[in-house]
């Protein structure tokens, strides 16, 4: 079977507080699709077989960049070379490929730098290791889906897709038309849910509860204490969420992500 051949130029570049460093052409990058699941197999007993246990999560992992550094003197390969390492520290966004999607990396485990033979500081390939503690790819904009109740609710409906392949942290936001006292959120395809009871959220505050980060504020005050209930994530697909509440908007934020 024949495929069509397309011609296009794939980028990887690094990007810091609004900062863009691109790699050299010739960049290769290893292990983007490896993953491994917290599970592991026992043994039955008194049975053929095992039985499945854990929580069937994925773990933090790291992905290898190799790229070639080429100049035409050791001053400029010096000057390059530790460009690239700078750029390629610490905590960082990877884009590979698509401008659209990030790689959140957390650090670099290792660098090793082979120089070739008759070239020495003047050509060099570097294999760089990044730790991916937030093992996905993500998208560059987070999706927001605002509703507002004009009246109280008892499972008002929050209903959208999610295009991501891996289930992803929402943070939602409520703001009282008048007062939220008692707020009740149920993800119906998880069966999961969260309630917030706090007389304290009244117009104009604001209530977050962020589920990445495990922590909910009633704009600059901890409110965690009103909180009860699981932290909420959306499923790949459609997502339908049941607000119980008074009057005012929910925000339902989310950043997808993918396995690729």
């Given at each position: ?9 794939s980028?990887?570049s ?19 699709g490896?993953?491994e ?20 999560k994925v ?27 700078l ?33 020495k500081q ?25 509703t ?13 897709n ?6 992803v942290p ?59 209930g ?31």
């Amino acid at each position: 079977m024949n495929f069509p051949v397309k011609s296009f130029v794939s980028t990887l570049s690094t990007m810091r507080d609004g900062v863009v460093w691109k790699l050299p052409t010739g960049w290769s990058i290893d292990n983007h699709g490896a993953y491994e699941f917290n599970g592991k197999l026992e043994d039955k007993a008194f049975a053929h077989g095992s039985n499945l246990v854990g929580d069937m999560k994925v773990s933090g992992r790291t992905i290898t960049i190799t790229f070639d550094m080429q100049e035409s003197t050791e001053e400029e390969y010096d000057n390059a070379m530790n460009d690239a390492y700078l750029h390629l520290t610490g905590a960082f966004e990877l884009v590979s490929g698509r401008e659209d999607r990030v790689y959140h990396v957390a650090g670099c485990k290792s660098i090793k730098l082979n120089e070739k033979s008759g070239f020495k500081q003047r050509w060099g390939e570097v294999e760089v290791t990044l730790f991916l503690a937030d093992p996905f790819r993500y998208a560059t904009d987070e999706t927001v889906i605002n509703t507002t109740f004009t009246a109280a609710q008892t499972q008002g409906i929050i209903t959208f897709n999610n295009p991501s392949s891996v289930d992803v942290p929402i943070i939602a936001t409520f703001i009282p038309t008048a007062e939220m006292p008692e707020i009740k959120i149920e993800h119906v395809e998880s069966g999961q849910y969260f309630e917030v009871k706090d007389s304290l959220l009244t117009a104009p505050a604001m209530l977050k509860v962020n589920c990445e980060d495990g922590t909910v504020w009633r704009d600059s005050d901890n409110a965690i204490n009103a909180f009860t209930g699981l932290f909420l994530h959306v499923l790949p697909g459609t997502n339908t969420f049941k607000y119980t509440g008074k009057a005012g908007t929910v925000k339902i934020a989310y950043t997808a992500g993918w396995f690729i």
